[in-house]
């Protein structure tokens, strides 16, 4: 599946690296999202982007930097992270904006551990 | 805030036979239910949904129900097989957050062949 795309697949970094972690969409949506999947724990939504703009930010941790340069790219920086931290980051499009719904598409997610 | 429950976290069944899993939300206002499911090492992926419109909705062996006055949804999977096996999310728009989702925590359906 080429639809939404993320790389790494895989990530370990030290709580003083700086990472990024990167979503591409080949499907001419114009929102993306951020999503944190922990063990046990539904999906966190992090972020939303409406045609590049951020619309939505959980309360997410200044650690966690997003940026949006068109409406097929978004990334998720990374710096000073905590061990709970750790879980799998997924990214996610839609057609409509995050006001609508229509179907949310997700890539493969980065597994990240932060030692 | 606006939460989805989902029950049970655990399911295990025969082959052949029936799983059900229900998920209950708390916005009357939801109007739009997606079931996503998730393989092990995979991305979740859209299996069926349903629009507050519509009470039932069917496609081969997964059936979504909707009760709106009793606010819980349901997903139905007749003849399971062993790739039926994964974890299954449900979800709901909530209105509070601008018509975002909300997803529910998750079963893992284990089929037993």
């Known amino acids: 599946e080429t639809g939404v795309t993320q790389t790494p697949r895989h990530l370990v970094m030290g709580m003083t690296n700086k990472k990024s972690l990167k979503c591409e969409q080949h499907l001419g949506h114009n929102a993306m999202y951020w999503y944190k999947q922990s063990a046990k724990k539904p999906l966190e939504l992090m972020f939303v982007y409406n045609f590049k703009e951020q619309t939505e930010n959980n309360s997410v941790p200044s650690r966690f930097s997003p940026e949006c340069p068109n409406s097929s790219h978004l990334f998720l920086h990374l710096h000073t992270l905590q061990p709970e931290d750790s879980a799998l980051y997924l990214c996610?499009?839609?057609?409509?904006?995050?006001?609508?719904?229509?179907?949310?598409?997700f890539g493969p997610g980065t597994r990240l551990t932060v030692l | 805030g606006e939460n989805v429950e989902q029950h049970p976290s655990t399911l295990s069944v025969q082959e052949g036979d029936s799983a059900v899993i229900k998920c209950t939300y708390s916005?009357?206002?939801?109007?739009?239910f997606p079931w996503y499911k998730q393989e092990l090492g995979k991305r979740p992926q859209l299996i069926i949904d349903i629009r507050s419109n519509v009470g039932e909705k069917k496609d081969q062996r997964i059936a979504v129900t909707l009760n709106k006055t009793a606010k819980h949804f349901s997903l139905h999977i007749t003849e399971t097989q062993p790739e039926d096996s994964a974890v299954y999310f449900c979800?709901?728009?909530?209105?509070?957050?601008?018509?975002?989702?909300?997803f529910g925590a998750g079963t893992i359906l284990r089929v037993k062949s």
């Open positions: 916005d009357s206002a939801s109007n739009y």
């Open positions: 996610a499009s839609s057609l409509g904006t995050s006001g609508s719904t229509d179907t949310q598409y």
């Open positions: 979800a709901a728009s909530i209105m509070e957050y601008g018509n975002k989702l909300v």
